[in-house]
């Protein structure tokens, strides 16, 4: 595995449009952007498409479904059903087949290199939807959204975490600043913003002269390697998405919302206590 890390540029820290393509496409990787341990892809068929079988390697695996239905098979185990927000977790070395609903499937694929194997594990998204400690509100006036743990505490894993945040219209999100570099590294997958919907999206470590300032629309994925990351909706429109992480060191890193703020803002904490491990 890499363990080198590319600089944050526009090259290397924004993957446009990963929706676009029909079929199994990878595109966050260490040798493709700025990333040590995380991968994603997308795993997009019509409802006429044949079945498709992943085989995760050396990689644990999530299995995000983020637009229609499909059921997927791990070999040796049992069928899923999913639809949006389901959420699979399968260990490396494993056979999964994916066989599209009948309005076809899109499925965020997440994975990192792992030591060691843990259970598939299933999560169904109205029941995180019903868990305080993986659905929550955070932030004040002008920075309100609604956070869902999709890939947490709730499920035993290495190094992969992953959810879902909706902003309310013209708010930032991931506010105040925050950062978490020596334990995690981070992507964020914006969805569910039509046209002509965006966002701005910033990571700096000098907020002076940020690393990357850019506008993000739906399907685009912008790097979290390191630094701060807040982002921004266009008034009346929301910013909206999935985030991945993946820890620096197996197990050890693996925690939701121990995060430094930027000391500018740090006197309110980071909203994200509820998300924690459990005690």
Avoid at 61 to 73: Q, R
Avoid at 164 to 171: A, C, W
Avoid at 220 to 235: E, K, L, S
């Amino acid at each position: 595995m890499s363990t080198t890390l590319l600089p944050i540029s526009p090259t290397t820290g924004i993957v446009r449009d990963t929706a676009s393509t029909k079929g199994r496409t990878r595109t966050v990787s260490p040798e493709l952007c700025a990333s040590r341990h995380l991968h994603y892809g997308r795993i997009i068929l019509d409802a006429t498409d044949a079945p498709l079988t992943i085989e995760t390697a050396g990689h644990e695996t999530g299995f995000v479904c983020m637009k229609g239905a499909a059921t997927l098979a791990v070999a040796g185990g049992q069928t899923y059903a999913v639809t949006p927000y389901d959420t699979l977790y399968v260990p490396r070395q494993s056979t999964v087949v994916v066989t599209p609903g009948e309005g076809g499937c899109d499925i965020a694929e997440i994975s990192a290199p792992v030591e060691r194997p843990h259970p598939v594990q299933f999560v169904k998204y109205a029941d995180v939807l019903q868990d305080a400690g993986l659905h929550f509100k955070a932030g004040g006036p002008g920075a309100k959204r609604e956070l869902s743990i999709l890939i947490g505490k709730n499920v035993e894993s290495g190094r992969i975490l992953c959810g879902i945040t909706f902003s309310e219209p013209g708010n930032w999100t991931s506010w105040p600043p925050h950062e978490h570099a020596q334990m995690l590294e981070e992507a964020y997958l914006y969805v569910e913003m039509p046209p002509p919907g965006f966002g701005v999206q910033f990571v700096f470590n000098d907020n002076q002269q940020p690393e990357l300032a850019t506008f993000v629309r739906e399907g685009d994925v912008v790097m979290i390697p390191q630094g701060y990351h807040p982002n921004v909706a266009a008034p009346g429109g929301q910013v909206n998405f999935l985030w991945m992480m993946a820890a620096i060191r197996e197990d050890e890193d693996r925690q939701f919302g121990v995060v430094n703020v930027h000391p500018d803002f740090a006197a309110g904490g980071s909203g994200l206590d509820p998300g924690k491990a459990r005690k």
